[in-house]
T-cell receptor, first 112, second 114 residues
Framework: QQQVKQSPQSLIVQKGGIPIINCAYENTAFDYFPWYQQFPGKGPALLIAIRPDVSEKKEGRFTISFNKSAKQFSLHIMDSQPGDSATYFCAARTFIEGKLIFGQGTTLQVKP | DVKVTQSSRYLVKRTGEKVFLECVQDMDHENMFWYRQDPGLGLRLIYFSYDVKMKEKGDIPEGYSVSREKKERFSLILESASTNQTSMYLC?????????????FGPGTRLTVT
């Protein structure tokens, strides 16, 4: 079954903290793992993505760590800011169809 | 600037009504998608389309149909709306191939069925 499990459902951190959001998948027929960020009243937008042959990718304060053998990947936000408060979705792209399977979402609140 | 627009931000319909949700993209993207977003369930794919006149079922197609007569427009149809279809509906588009994981989303339509 194609599924991506995301945790935690919600997260509250202080400004400057490092929130970590975790995702796990079962199907090995995924070839790309993007993260999307959604602000209230907006549609999700691509934040950062990683291929399964790479163990880590960093863009600014956002880092994806990828563990292929464990079928897990996570998003770290360094020096988090109140403006990072949003809902974050992990996703996995199916190799054959090219569609995205999304995780359940994590609502992050960064307190000033 | 890339743009995906959806016909309504908020919609209230009665049970049994036929509902049309329209989506237009101006990026000449081949792929278009319809999702519904529910708390704790994430985004679930309803239908997608790789080209004009083509459609593929997603993970939860029951109770929905779609139409893609032009490349830039993808419509979601609820043949007979039910209360369990109350949700946020999101349209997205993308290029084909390696760029397909970068989907551009519209702002969503919050549909309430009473």
């Amino acid at each position: 079954q194609q599924q991506v499990k995301q945790s935690p459902q919600s997260l509250i951190v202080q400004k400057g903290g490092i929130p970590i959001i975790n995702c796990a998948y079962e199907n090995t027929a995924f070839d790309y793992f993007p993260w999307y960020q959604q602000f209230p009243g907006k549609g999700p937008a691509l934040l950062i993505a990683i291929r399964p042959d790479v163990s880590e990718k960093k863009e600014g304060r956002f880092t994806i760590s990828f563990n292929k053998s464990a079928k897990q990947f996570s998003l770290h936000i360094m020096d988090s800011q109140p403006g990072d408060s949003a809902t974050y979705f992990c996703a996995a792209r199916t190799f054959i169809e090219g569609k995205l399977i999304f995780g359940q979402g994590t609502t992050l609140q960064v307190k000033p | 600037d890339v743009k995906v627009t959806q016909s309504s931000r908020y919609l209230v319909k009665r049970t049994g009504e036929k509902v049309f949700l329209e989506c237009v993209q101006d990026m000449d993207h081949e792929n278009m998608f319809w999702y519904r977003q529910d708390p704790g369930l994430g985004l679930r794919l309803i239908y997608f389309s790789y080209d004009v006149k083509m459609k593929e079922k997603g993970d939860i197609p029951e109770g929905y149909s779609v139409s893609r007569e032009k490349k830039e427009r993808f419509s979601l149809i609820l043949e007979s709306a039910s209360t369990n279809q109350t949700s946020m509906y999101l349209c997205a588009s993308s290029l084909r191939g390696l760029k397909s994981s970068e989907q551009y989303f519209g702002p969503g339509t919050r549909l309430t069925v009473t």
